[in-house]
């Protein structure tokens, strides 16, 4: 009589290796997900950095004006974020800040101490929505920037 009593408890625990199996893939299926999502974002993010870096360095090379110190960057910045889809498009920009009293317009640049000034270059990317895998949207931020200054000599004018 005992036997019928245990094939039964074995004939209940039928299908609970499966519900098991479905709970524990959707956690680990989730955190799969996150992890990739999130490692296309931060390598975006990489790659907007390293072109505003490039920009600033390109800034520090000789030119007769801070304008054209800011075009030279902004150009550089712009090939070395070229790399990006097109539904991303970034967005660059480079200016010269006064690194003491932050006046961005028109600083007066030097060589003494509190006129130094800087160039900043920023790169700036949206709909990055659109690009990546489709994630909660509080998750997922709608635009990054990558952001770069280098410290200018005073001797342009």
């Known amino acids: 009589m005992r036997t019928p ?3 039964t408890r074995a004939h209940t625990q039928r299908g609970v290796y499966a519900v098991e199996f479905a709970m524990v893939f959707l956690i680990f299926f989730s955190l799969l997900y996150g992890i990739i999502t999130y490692g296309i974002l931060f390598a975006f993010r990489l790659g907007l950095q390293n072109a505003a870096e490039d920009g600033a360095r390109a800034a520090l090379r000789y ?3 801070f304008a054209q110190r ?4 902004k150009t ?3 090939q070395s ?3 990006m889809p097109v539904v991303v498009a970034p967005t660059v920009s480079a200016t010269v800040c006064g690194v003491v009293t932050n006046n961005c317009g028109t600083p007066t640049c030097g060589t003494a101490w509190n006129d130094r000034c800087q160039m900043v270059v920023t790169v700036t990317t ?3 929505q659109q690009l990546l895998p489709p994630f909660p949207s509080f998750a997922i931020p709608n ?3 990558g952001k770069a200054s280098m410290l200018l000599d005073g001797r342009a004018p």
């Open 143 to 145: 635009q990054i920037v």
């Open 76 to 78: 550089i910045a712009t």
């Open 5 to 7: 009593c245990l094939r």
């Open 63 to 65: 030119q007769s004006t």
């Open 126 to 128: 949206t709909n990055m």
């Open 81 to 83: 974020s070229s790399w």
């Open 70 to 73: 800011a075009t030279q960057a």
